[in-house]
């Protein structure tokens, strides 16, 4: 069973499509006693850090998503502003994030980019696994995926990168700390390689 975090932000039905299409049961939550159990953990996220930290905080749900991924080490992936939230803290706001991986959230460096329009990254890129995970089983050197952001995860481990992609020069696209995910693409944009991706998330 895929629970989906609904604090009022992020594509949560396009999520719960994907999943209902493959078949994999998946059920919304909008308070913590739905939440309650859940062992596979989708946290979507969009617009501001500090705005989607206090949604989160005001749905009540704060709490029993700790103790579901450091009590009982549910698995969870944060998908864009939700995997920005996994770290420590962000450039963008002042408020603590969840913690759950040692990182600092940062704004790209737009004084030397050569594009015409420089933020936000916005569109297609390639994804680049950096260490062999489940999470992109069956997902060869062609996959693409969706980007809209100003903010990239800066982990201070190098063993919690997953994937990179480029936008003037390498960034962290992707982490993993043991049972903790995160893509900062949106997979349930991402055709046929986020629906890859999303399965993979539901048989780890």
């Not at 989160?56 to 450091?70: A, F, I, K, N, P």
């Not at 696209?173 to 629906?195: A, L, T």
């Amino acid at each position: 069973m895929i629970t989906i975090v609904d604090y009022g932000l992020g594509n949560v039905l396009a999520v719960a499509n994907i999943y209902k299409r493959l078949g994999i049961p998946v059920t919304i939550a909008t308070n913590a006693a739905e939440l309650r159990g859940a062992k596979k953990i989708v946290l979507p996220g969009v617009g501001a850090f500090d705005w989607a930290m206090t949604r989160l905080q005001e749905s009540g749900m704060r709490e029993c998503l700790d103790q579901l991924v450091q009590g009982e080490y549910s698995h969870v992936i944060g998908i864009c502003v939700g995997m920005q939230m996994l770290a420590t803290r962000s450039d963008e706001g002042s408020l603590p994030g969840l913690g759950w991986i040692d990182a600092d959230v940062k704004r790209f460096d737009d004084t030397h980019m050569l594009q015409q329009t420089h933020l936000p990254h916005m569109g297609w890129n390639d994804v680049v696994p950096q260490r062999p995970n489940s999470l992109f089983k069956n997902l060869d050197a062609g996959a693409r995926f969706y980007f809209l952001h100003s903010y990239y995860f800066s982990p201070h481990k190098q063993e919690d990168v997953l994937a990179v992609a480029d936008y003037n020069g390498p960034f962290t696209c992707s982490v993993n700390s043991g049972n903790v995910f995160g893509v900062q693409f949106h997979p349930e944009k991402s055709h046929q390689w986020g629906i890859q991706l999303l399965q993979n998330f539901a048989e780890l």
